[in-house]
């Protein structure tokens, strides 16, 4: 018998316990799941994520032959420490928090010799946590990031593939700290400019007012504030350096949209960002992603419709700010001379 | 017979036209379409939204008792002038531009004193924009910013309050400078910001391999960046000031979590910050809006349960952070003292 230990049994990992639960490849699966919330414990068994909990996870991975660590990270670190002594010899550990780094240098400083460890990271979820929310087909299409240790064997690699592929998603294997450079650009910077741009408003004194205002936009792009606070400081606390670079790299490029707004010289140069980001992001959630992104606007013949397209946009819109300043100008002038013939 | 006028009959022109057409209480209403781009209007003719199109504005608006300009805001002041010989005698106008200030005094020098204008602004819409989007529920529960111009006479008001009362919609009365603070921090700072972290990301060498890794909360919060590009245009040059008074303060709060995140000395604050924001955003969708806010997290007995949860998070969270470097000291007094006994 197969058996797989689960240790945090909240979102991701009662998705993957659902899954493997339902993949027909492994006979007799076995999977024991351990979460520090008993409850949410309880509820992945009582959906079938999981065959048995265990309240101690040192117990949980005793026969296991495959550990998956699906707490915050900084759990996932304290996990490692409780199951090292218990862990049986050949185990494949592997996890699924939001930062590599600092977790490869964990598992190598606290994890025995004789038991495997594999970094992961499924790039899909959801805002709202816990085992209530557990779906098998979370993972579809999305891809799973594989941090292999230096010295991992293949059969440990495949295992963690094998967990990744039957859950629907596409490995990906990836450098620790390519990982968080990344991840801290397209995951973790959104995170904190959405509880950034929450807690402005939200702490403005015409909040009351502002909250009747707010519709679906402002809902949507401060949904992330809503992350569960222990995993959105895990991912801080251990990916600071990247996370610093690009937060100081957006208040930049708002410095310059800044200017854009407030120089009216700029003008063109705000149309052009607008087009230029609404055409680019058209192509994006198009579906042009990886190395198909350098063809994106180009057909056959090289010819760039997007570029064509934008920049007929563009002369379009001048042409009509250029047409209301000189009309704005030949009103003022004829109220000018009319007031002078009173 | 009361014939209505609408210019401008993309996503929120055509959602009005519907519910105008649906709503039973008017007898006989005629609604005459205009739009710039003609398909536009023909496609609103085709789904009923309008009952009749006219390619010119002044021809659109002859017999109208009410005209609904419905474009973006510069295109809006366009028609206005358009419009302004051909309107008959007591017309009313009114507008659901995202910007009022500049609408309020391009209305007062514009329009002739025969006719009234009351500045309006449904808080509600989609990325998605055009005809083909149009919903007849789009309205429902938002809140219709009123305002009224100063010398407005009562009916006018009325009977701008009946179409966004029949829309589904909530009347709120409000001053044009007052809207557009607001509006600038609920609404057009999360459209730039949107718009900043996509322009970013997207410009990155790395943007082959992130794309390929950002899932849905990377979607999410960029897709403001998918607004019709003149109309984000139109709302950031008539609201420069406010705009750019929000970009300084979000960049400001920015700078702070930055902070937060690389000094370790700020990890309470930064669990703080994480903890608050996600209590303070459940009660916020929650539905505690307005003056409810107030009372947001205080029960009758004016205990704080909110503050409350929050301070036994943090204790929990500084508990285990305290723990952890205590447990990581230790190992590292061990490391030591085994290699001077070697």
């Known amino acids: 018998m197969a058996r797989v230990a689960i240790l945090g049994t909240g979102l991701i990992g009662s998705s993957i316990g659902l899954r493997l639960k339902q993949s027909s490849e492994i006979r007799d699966l076995e999977v024991i799941g351990h979460d520090r919330a008993y409850d949410a414990a309880q509820y992945a068994r009582k959906i079938g994520a999981v065959d048995l909990i265990e309240r101690d996870p040192a117990m949980a991975v005793r026969d296991a032959a495959l550990v998956i660590l699906a707490a915050p990270v900084l759990a996932n670190h304290r996990l490692m420490a409780d199951i090292a002594n218990a862990l049986p010899d050949g185990a494949i550990v592997t996890d699924t928090g939001s930062t ?23 790039m899909a979820g959801k805002t709202e946590s816990g085992p209530k929310h557990a779906d098998a087909a979370l993972f579809e299409g999305a891809r799973w990031v594989v941090v292999p240790e230096t010295d991992a064997p293949e059969s440990a690699i495949e295992a963690v593939l094998h967990v990744a592929r039957s859950a629907g998603a596409e490995p990906m294997f990836m450098d620790a700290e390519e990982h968080d450079a990344y991840a801290a650009a397209i995951s973790h910077l959104p995170l904190l ?11 403005s004194e015409a909040w009351p007012e502002m909250s009747l205002l707010a519709a679906g936009g402002f809902k949507e792009i401060t949904r992330l504030a809503a992350t569960d606070p222990s995993m959105s400081f895990d991912i801080a606390s251990t990916n600071r350096e ?12 708002l410095r310059e949209v800044r200017d854009y707004v407030t120089d009216k010289s700029h003008e063109e140069n ?14 994006y959630r198009g579906g042009k992603v990886g190395r198909e992104v350098e063809s994106g606007m180009q057909d056959v013949s090289g010819f760039d419709f997007g570029s064509f397209l934008m920049g007929e946009a563009l002369r379009e819109k001048m042409r009509e700010i250029t047409r209301d300043q000189e ?6 002038d004829q109220e000018q001379r009319s007031r002078r013939n009173v």
Chains 1, 2 share one sequence.
Not at 102 to 114: G, I, K, Q, S, Y
Not at 195 to 201: C, D, I, K, Q, Y
Not at 242 to 253: N, P, S, Y
Not at 270 to 283: C, D, I, P, R, T
């Open 242 to 253: 990247q996370i610093a670079h690009w937060i100081d790299r957006l208040r930049e490029t």
């Open 327 to 332: 009309e704005r100008m030949k009103r003022l």
């Open 270 to 283: 705000l149309f052009k960002l607008l087009a230029q980001s609404e055409l680019e992001y058209g192509v």
């Open 100 to 122: 590599k780094a600092e977790t490869m240098r964990e598992a190598e400083r606290v994890l025995p010799d004789r038991v495997s460890f594999i970094g992961g990271h499924p």
């Open 193 to 203: 400019m959405s509880v950034a741009l929450f807690r402005l408003a939200r702490s």
